[in-house]
């Protein structure tokens, strides 16, 4: 009978999480919180033509208003862990200056939490800048990790205690892009010179990744420091691409996390040769920032692809005919996370991992509840044929938020806002679904 028992028992065991696992939803502080004024986000949503329909992110989710009810939604949804970013602007609206009020709205989510018995993923940088900051070279100022050191002195002094873990940076390389390359972020420079940001970014994670573990240990403290990339499988379907898609993959996905291991960069640089400007591979020495990394922070939405088109190649991330796809037109793609393991097993083979964001665009809800069971079973799936260490996944997102250039339209909540309302909160259907995964540590029962 015992026996019996046992094997009717095996599948439902064979689809648990490990004990410990943090089920966790994610927001950033400049798309949910909502004004957020000292912010160069909110400068650029002035610009004409720079966010969709011309909108502003505003009061955006009410965050900061409807705080406790977001943690007892949190709390109801079987939430272990929440992961949010404190924003600089509010703290430091003024260069040097910090604003005691911010901080103490800080504290009291930190405490809100607590009581919830949620665990904090603190962000400490979510693309946004505060405006002193942009308008003074940003992330080519040659002080910029160190005026960044001084912000996360402040941050720690107050919130250390409370905080286990520390994402440095959001998606450094599509801040880098967007800000700089493509031009659909802030400062908006279109020039593609991103080699001095990037090196300013890391050299400011490494100095906070040791002020953070300094002071940790100071207090006998464990805490785990780490960013959250943006990691998607890249390919082609044509023969001929295959060196410029291992170029893309090792620049867009590793080449900032290697650089975190080994201490040096690799890229490319512009070089002017016959009177054209060519990319070269390059390399720089960072051991300062060797070392700097305690688990690999995952945001995984969808693969992408090079395609030629007649123009020029191009990154896309709409799927190939007859696959479905998000209301952004993103290829619904749960092999392509279990990719994405695959390819961190052979670049960080003994790292834990935490899935920092994966979610769509599904106004409706028509596929959410199907995404969010079909990528965690990739999850389950590295965990027990990779022996993939993963420690947790976040859901993106909690709520409808500002989606940065494209405003309010896509819609990536467990619970849909009601802009024009207030920002009532109402849950979609696979709200549902995330508490029944969340509450079992398991997918036995879809
Ligand atoms: C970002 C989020 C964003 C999400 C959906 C991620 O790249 O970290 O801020 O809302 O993707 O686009």
Redesign the pocket.
Known sequence: MKLLMLFLSLPAFAQSFPKGFQWCVAT?GH?VEGDNVHSDWWAFEQIPGAIKNGERSGKASFHMDRVREDVKLMKDLGVKTYRFSIEWSRLEPREGEFDTKAFDYYAEELRLLKEAGIAPMVTIH??VQPQWFSASGGWNREDAPDVFLRYVTKLEERFGPRVGYWVTF??PT?LLIGGYGEGFFPPAQKNWKLWKPAIQILKAHAKAYRHLHAKAKERGQTIKVGL?H?LRPISSNQFLLKRPVAYADSILNWSLPLALKTGVLKAFQKKELLGLGWPWPARIELPEIKGTQDFLGI?Y?TREDIRVQLKKPHLARDPFPGLEASE?NWGLDPEGFFEVFKQAKAHFPDMPYFVT?N?L?DAKDRWRGRYLISHVKQIHRAITELGANVEGYCH??LLD?F??HEGFW?R?GLFEVDYAGGGTRKARPSAEVARRIFKSNSISSF
């Open positions: 950033a798309q979510h693309f959001n998606e599509v959250a943006h945001n939405y952004l964001e979610g665009a993106w997102s938020n989606e940065w896509p990536f």
